[in-house]
């Protein structure tokens, strides 16, 4: 079979256009859940908390709220559905923070960096309990994170990563893998060593954000899907409008994602890069044949990501590589036919016993990078709270997220609204065009110089100073 990289994919003879359906995920949790209607907002209305945005940050934050106080009066306002966005797109990865170490303690210091880390540690086992506890089976399997590097370049960076778990006293954490190691976990010609996180879990995103969504209706929160916040008034009360009504009430959560982009006090806080995800159809005894049956997730050590999982019915599900950067959220973000030839052609690169296996679905989304590449959440002002900016690592975070900004509407003196990342100080991306402009160029120039790299030859030096630009410029992103 041809590889099916070019412009639409083949399925079965049919063209698949990336972003014409619901991602695979979206599509198998609406299948098996019952019809429950969350009719959009048509009048005006008061509660105690509006939560813009239905995807991991809302919900949580709403299920942590009912669980300080189940007689809250929570709103929760969605544009598409609960999980349309990225949270029901996703790679799935419910990962650590061990290998953001040198961001968290550039930014924060030592010991503030484990306390955030193991924060996340406990979020990800929470999301099992939760799972659980709730009778939602979103496959979530802690089976840990495979970092494999597929370049000479990556094994210094993964060095590096483990080097500083051991300087803050987390070598057990992240320890190193030889590349038979790493190959006997799942084999790819291309791994060369690389290191494991045992914090690693994988989901189905999107039966668990749909799980939870079952769970906040069943509390009582209300839902309203195909409701689109034009603006958050500050008040207070916060009011936030929408085209057919406005719910006001005494505080706001903002839990937008890359959307964000678009809102005023966050304009300069993100860009957006997207990211593809490919899926192949099943093959579970080519998985046996290169030992991938222990559920790992894994990617390599790329800037610009490759990240793959498994499924439960033996298929593959590859995401990143390529993508652009924007400041808009549009089509590029969920149609982008490059994109998804990206994906496409690093999977079959990376995994060339499958060669005969079709690639079946691909789907895309925004990705909120912000400056530090880790999320921040806090007050925009005392009563209106955001969460944003998990540049691609939000499984974990989101649920962290969902606890701090409840403690923040709630006002507990917790561990979570002491975390580092709780109203620090924010870095800015620079104003427009040169936002815009510079993260396009950026994002290129990145998966230039991972793919020289790569194939072993040597990045064009333009190519490298433009990539390292924003580091010398002080962003914590980019090689
Ligand atoms: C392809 C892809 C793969 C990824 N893989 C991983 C991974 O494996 N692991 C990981 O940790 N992270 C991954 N991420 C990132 C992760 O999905 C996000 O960080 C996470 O879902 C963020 O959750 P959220 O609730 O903040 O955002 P979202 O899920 O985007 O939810 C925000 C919601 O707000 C809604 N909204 C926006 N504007 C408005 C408005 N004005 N009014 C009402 N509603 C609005 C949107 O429709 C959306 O549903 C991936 C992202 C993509 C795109």
Known sequence: MPTPTKGALNLSGEALTPG??????????????????????????????????????????????TESDPNLGIVVLEQDICGGGPSGRNGGFASGWWDELDGLV???GAEAAVRACRAISSSITSIGDFCEAHGIDAWFKKAGYVFAATAAEHLEVCEQMLELARDVGAANELRPLTAEEVRGRCDSAAFRG?????????????????????????????????TKATRVEPGPPAVAITTRGAVRARHAVIAVNAWAMGWPGFRR???????????????????????????????????????????????????????????????????????VAESAEGFRRMFEGFAEVPIVDAWGGPIDVSPTHLPAFGNLVPHVHYALGYTGNGVAPSHLAGRV?????????????????????????????????????????????????EQGRNPNRLVTAIARLPRRLGYLLGP
């Open 269 to 339: 806080r993100l860009i957006a890069w997207s990211s593809y995800m490919v899926l192949t159809a099943p093959a579970p005894d080519l998985l046996e044949k290169i030992h991938w049956t222990g559920g790992e997730i894994v990617s390599d050590l790329r800037t610009s990501i490759r990240y793959f999982r498994t499924t439960r019915d033996g298929r593959i599900a590859f995401g990143g590589g390529g993508g652009r950067a924007g400041t808009v959220i549009g089509n590029s973000f969920t149609r982008d036919a490059r994109a």
């Open 194 to 226: 690389g290191a494991f996180m045992r914090d690693g879990a994988s989901v189905q995103p999107a039966l668990l954000v749909r799980g939870l969504r079952r769970v906040l209706l069943e509390r009582r929160v209300t839902i309203h899907e195909g």
């Open 405 to 453: 900004l409840a403690d923040l509407v709630t006002g507990a003196d917790s561990d979570a609204v002491r975390l580092p990342m709780v109203n620090a100080a924010s870095r800015l991306f620079p104003p427009q065009p040169f936002r815009a402009l510079g993260a396009a160029i950026v994002r290129r120039a990145i998966i230039a110089k991972d793919t020289a790299e």
């Open 20 to 65: 014409a359906q619901r991602s695979w995920w979206l599509r198998e949790a609406l299948a098996a859940e019952p019809a429950t209607a969350c009719p959009p907002l048509d009048k005006d209305v008061n509660a105690d908390v509006v939560i813009v945005g239905g995807g991991f940050t809302g919900l949580w934050t709403a299920y942590f709220l």
């Open 106 to 108: 550039a930014l924060y």
